[in-house]
Each structure stands twice: as structure tokens, then as C-alpha cells.
């Protein structure tokens, strides 16, 4: 069984600090790891992916994610946040055709 | 990235009528298709799985007579909410993959109510 925890239910941050939204997944073999956004009433947008690689993934809208075996975490991060980037986040795994997604986080990013 | 169009985006149906939504990748084919319903709070729930020309998996917990998925091409798939009750008022979304994809892309979501 494979499964994604997202421990945080909200996350908030002023606007131009450093933000990271946590994941930790937990899956057999060699993860698929994605990130995805979700703005009110929208379907899901995607970020970022790690297949192999660099542990250190660059994305869309300047977020970044970072993967971490050991740790077994992929954790998003953006040097500045924008209150633009105030929305829902998702952390998803995929192994074969099953993906499994993360509760999300509500980043809500303070002028 | 590639484009994945659900409609419709809200529908309202009165209790016991059936409602049909579908998603569409617009350029590529989609070899596999997911339909997930999110409720309030944000989770997101895999409902079924399907891959083009063959029946859905669904997940556990759910009924298959009363959400029935269609995947008849490689751009088409549907989800059609069968004798609709309040309780299946939701978020509806559907989510491609192509072949040489790694990741799925989205639609923009349904939003049903049922009164």
C-alpha cells in the first residue's frame, strides 16, 4: 500500500519569506512524486515532478521541491512567497497507474 | 502542459435524475482516466480507475451501478451519477494519462448539487 502524509492543514506566511510545504510518502520501490495546486472550485494544477534524478526539482511559478530517500519526504518550496500563491497544495505518489494524494495544505501567504 | 476539459463545471439536478460529466483530453490520447470526488475539507478520492476500451476499477466503497464510467476512446471518458441523492452533491474531477506521461493532468472540476 502506498499513502502521503501532508501534516500540516494550513500553512501561513508573509509575503516575500521563504515557504515550505511538508510531504512524507510511503510506497514500495521507486516513487513518482508530484505536487499539484488547487485554486477555490478549480480542478488541479500541476507544479513539479520527481522521477529520478536530481533530488533537487525545479517547477512552475518558481517552487521547488526536494526530494529526500533517507527522509522518504518531498517538500515544496519557494525562496519568496506571493500572496498569489495562496491556495491548496497537494502531494501525490504514483507507483504503476495508482496515484494516492496527501490531505493538501491551505498556504495562505499574508501581505 | 497537456489540456484536459471537464464539463460541465456546475450542474444542479433535482433528487433521483441522473447526471452525466465528462472529461476530455483535448491533446492527447489518454490511455487511462481517473474520476476523484473531493469533499468539503479538501480530500481528494479515488473513485475508479479507467483505461480506454476496457471497464473501470473502482475503488473500494464505491458503487459501481450508481457512478458509471465509460471510457469509450482514448479522449473521452465519462461519469454518469445515476439516481442522484443530496449525499452525492460534491466536487467531481477527472484526471488523463497518456501513454508517454508521467503525470495526469486535471480537468477543472464539476460541481454538483443535488436538491
Known amino acids: 500500500a502506498q499513502s502521503v502524509a501532508q501534516p500540516e492543514d494550513q500553512v501561513n506566511v508573509a509575503e516575500g519569506n521563504p515557504l515550505t510545504v511538508k510531504c512524507t510518502y510511503s510506497v514500495s520501490g521507486n516513487p513518482y512524486l508530484f505536487w499539484y495546486v488547487q485554486y477555490p472550485n478549480r480542478g488541479l494544477q500541476f507544479l513539479l515532478k520527481y522521477i529520478t534524478g536530481d533530488n533537487l526539482v525545479k517547477g512552475s511559478y518558481g517552487f521547488e521541491a526536494e526530494f529526500n530517500k533517507s527522509q522518504t519526504s518531498f517538500h515544496l518550496k519557494k525562496p519568496s512567497a506571493l500572496v498569489s500563491d495562496s491556495a491548496l497544495y497537494f502531494c501525490a505518489v504514483r507507483r504503476y497507474q495508482k496515484v494516492t494524494f496527501g490531505t493538501g495544505t491551505k498556504l495562505q501567504v499574508i501581505p | 502542459g497537456a489540456v484536459v476539459s471537464q464539463h460541465p463545471s456546475r450542474v444542479i439536478c433535482k433528487s433521483g435524475t441522473s447526471v452525466k460529466i465528462e472529461c476530455r483530453s483535448l491533446d492527447f490520447q489518454a490511455t487511462t482516466m481517473f474520476w476523484y470526488r473531493q469533499f468539503p475539507k479538501k480530500s481528494l478520492m479515488l473513485m475508479a480507475t479507467?483505461?480506454?476500451?476496457?471497464?473501470?476499477?473502482?475503488e473500494q466503497g464505491v458503487e459501481k451501478d450508481k457512478f458509471l464510467i465509460n471510457h469509450a476512446s482514448l479522449t473521452l471518458s465519462t461519469l454518469t451519477v445515476t439516481s442522484a441523492h443530496p449525499e452525492d452533491s460534491s466536487f467531481y474531477i477527472c484526471?488523463?494519462?497518456?501513454?508517454?506521461?508521467?503525470?495526469?493532468?486535471f480537468g477543472q472540476g464539476t460541481r454538483l448539487t443535488v436538491v
Open positions: 479507467s483505461n480506454e476500451g476496457s471497464k473501470a476499477t473502482y
Open positions: 484526471s488523463a494519462k497518456g501513454r508517454v506521461n508521467t503525470e495526469a493532468f
